[in-house]
């Protein structure tokens, strides 16, 4: 898969100019409304001082939760922690495309940070459409002609196509944040990198969207070998022929995902450079934790066993290139997060360039990288471009290059 090339904020001349930010503030919200992990709303801030510094007139945009769910809340909390981390007092407005919305974004001077409401007060955000659907929806119509350009970095959100994503960019000249830039720097190195080892760590329970991922690994020759954990590496065992015990079978049973295996089992036969756990850490019926062979897995397998540490963290010491996704066990409880905290390790003191999906794995690293590892904001964005699907951001923005900067050279 080759990324277009898209312009960013250092490309174009922003002096003067009023700025609409697509950012992903989308936080894990407590009982009490309070935000639990502010780490994505300190992601953007890198790119709101370039725009400042660039002295451009800042509006922010992001969603929070979905209506109906407890982390559906206002913006204003996040506005409080966004003035924390900037060191500066960031105007909000409970409204997004309101007479007040409108009235604030017209008044913003250089050098000013407005934050809107969650976008998701619009109904209009929570439809899919194709991009030329989203830029007439009332959300693009009454806020684009208030700027002069659109800046897109939200990762995580790539992979939908609603309107704040994939309609601006039809309607305004069209660029990307620093966290968007880094991100498709880091993924750019999956396809154009041609130096190998290149090995995935693919572990987690999603096996249905890790098959995706495998498939297309394999078509296109990319990796040389995947290392499978989690619910994934038990499934891709039973693919291979291997027995489990009937506990083990029922869930996968219960998950749906027998019906998988002709489809895994043919990605095996056609050549698919796929390991699975030889052993696992297991919680038994007693309460007792026991690690056995996964020929004599007894009870209920819920991280991988000593000599798989081992073997995968030999291959990923030798590797050019890592991708890891999803946890190796079951890292809620203590007793099994063994698997995924040494697996990490052999990745960040290894000499390969190391790309970590969002979720857990980033939570359990961050503050703890490299110049060469890169901690991707976006779990299911990351999905999609590994599976080779499509991004509509990335489709929409490449439209919005083309139309709008047919003279301009990226630098």
Request: net charge neutral.
């Amino acid at each position: 898969m080759k990324l277009p090339k898209l312009f960013s904020i250092h490309d174009v001349e922003l002096k003067g100019s009023k700025v609409l930010v697509r950012v992903d503030f989308n936080c894990p919200i407590g009982s009490n409304g309070e935000i639990l992990d502010d780490s994505r709303i300190r992601a953007h801030v890198p790119t709101i001082k370039e725009l400042l510094r660039r002295d451009a007139a800042v509006v922010l945009i992001s969603h929070q939760g979905r209506p109906g769910e407890p982390d559906f809340v206002t913006l204003e909390n996040h506005c409080s922690i966004l003035s924390k981390c900037l060191g500066m007092n960031v105007k909000f407005v409970p409204d997004v495309i309101g007479p007040t919305a409108i009235n604030e974004v017209r008044n913003l001077r250089a050098g000013e940070v407005l934050l809107l409401d969650n976008l998701r007060l619009i109904s209009e955000e929570i439809i899919e459409a194709v991009p030329e659907v989203q830029a007439r929806t009332y959300l693009v119509r009454k806020l684009a002609p208030n700027f002069n350009y659109f800046v897109f970095d939200a990762f995580a959100t790539a992979h939908r196509s609603q309107p704040s994503i994939v309609g601006f960019p039809i309607v305004l000249p069209s660029v990307i944040g620093e966290v968007m830039k880094r991100e498709l720097d880091a993924l750019s190195r999956i396809y154009e990198v041609s130096e190998g080892p290149k090995v995935f760590v693919l572990g987690g329970a999603k096996v249905q969207d890790t098959i995706k991922i495998v498939e297309y690994l394999t078509k296109n020759k990319v990796a040389d070998r995947i290392l499978t954990a989690g619910l994934v590496g038990i499934f891709f065992h039973v693919a291979k022929g291997g027995s489990v015990n009937k506990e083990t079978l029922k869930v996968l049973e219960s998950k749906g995902l027998l019906s998988l295996i002709p489809r895994a089992r043919k990605l095996i036969l056609s050549g698919a450079p796929i390991e699975t756990p030889y052993d696992y850490r297991s919680f038994k019926d007693g309460g007792e934790v026991v690690e056995d062979s996964v020929s004599r897995l007894d009870g209920k397998a819920l991280d991988i066993g000593s000599y798989t540490i081992s073997m995968y963290s030999e291959l990923i010491k030798e590797a050019k290139l890592v991708v890891m996704r999803g946890p190796a066990g079951y890292i809620e409880d203590e007793r099994f997060r063994e698997g995924t905290v040494k697996l990490l390790k052999a990745a960040l003191n290894s000499n390969a360039y190391v790309i970590i999906g969002g979720g857990h794995l980033a939570a359990m690293v961050e503050g703890n990288v490299r110049e060469n590892v890169h901690v991707s904001t976006g779990g299911g964005a990351l999905l999609i471009f590994l599976s080779g699907e499509p991004l509509p951001a990335i489709d929409a923005l490449a439209e919005s290059t083309k139309k709008f900067f047919t003279n301009l050279t990226i630098k």
